[in-house]
């Protein structure tokens, strides 16, 4: 079966630092990968796809950027966090062509 | 206009009765339908999907998509204060989703 694991659970980080979310998938190959950013009563938005190692598609325009070096391994990366990028971030997986995306338990970032 | 509107909610009902969340959308092109429940400070989780309009039953649960609407639409059946969560609707075009905002359900003991 397969399961996905996203690190840290908590992250407080100042402003002006930088940032590294890793998300990795076990248990099957060449997974479609998610990154999500969820901020209370706005739902989930969508910042990163990707289908293929080294194949980052963005979705918003925004001072955090994404790498998938393997192809199990998504990774979200900030150089200098701001205080608006606080909020929950998630990791999804999906099988290539399938709409299913299954969650990891979502990484909560406080940047003061 | 949103593409995927949803009530947010909040909704509270006594344990035993029948919950109905709804959400309505804009675009025609979406082709899977998938409501998600998520708990506090946890990751959503797949609660059910389908594909073409009707009914699709599993256990208390029963998803509904009208795409002539363009309305779905989650029953829960008997309901207990384990179903209190946020639950949240998603609607699929090619590789991605697009997700309501969430309605917040609480179960009364």
């Known amino acids: 079966s397969q399961t996905i694991h996203q690190w840290p659970a908590t992250l407080v980080q100042p402003v002006g630092s930088p940032l590294s979310l890793e998300c990795t998938v076990e248990?099957?190959?060449?997974?479609?990968l998610y990154w999500y950013r969820q901020a209370a009563g706005r739902g989930l938005q969508l910042l990163f796809y990707?289908?293929?190692?080294?194949?980052i598609s963005s979705e918003v325009p925004q001072n955090l950027s994404a790498s998938r070096p393997q192809d199990r391994q998504f990774i979200l990366s900030s150089k200098k966090l701001l205080l608006s990028d606080s909020g929950f971030y998630l990791c999804?997986?999906?099988?290539?062509?399938?709409?299913?995306?299954?969650f990891g338990a979502g990484t909560r970032l406080s940047v003061l | 206009q949103k593409e995927v509107e949803q009530d947010p909610g909040p909704l509270s009902v006594p344990e035993g009765a029948i919950v109905s969340l709804n959400c309505t959308y804009s675009n025609s092109a979406f082709q899977y339908f998938m409501w998600y429940r998520q708990y506090s400070r946890k990751g959503p989780e797949l609660l059910m999907y389908t594909y073409s309009s009707g009914n699709k039953e599993d256990g208390r649960f029963t998803a509904q998509v009208d795409k002539s609407s363009k309305y779905i639409s989650l029953f829960i059946r008997d309901s207990q204060p384990s179903d209190s969560a946020t639950y949240l609707c998603a609607m699929r075009i090619n590789e991605k989703l697009t997700f309501g905002t969430g309605t917040r359900l609480t179960i009364i003991p």
């Open positions: 999804a997986w999906s099988f290539q062509g399938l709409g299913i995306q299954y």
């Open positions: 248990g099957t190959s060449n997974p479609n």
């Open positions: 990707s289908v293929g190692i080294g194949q």
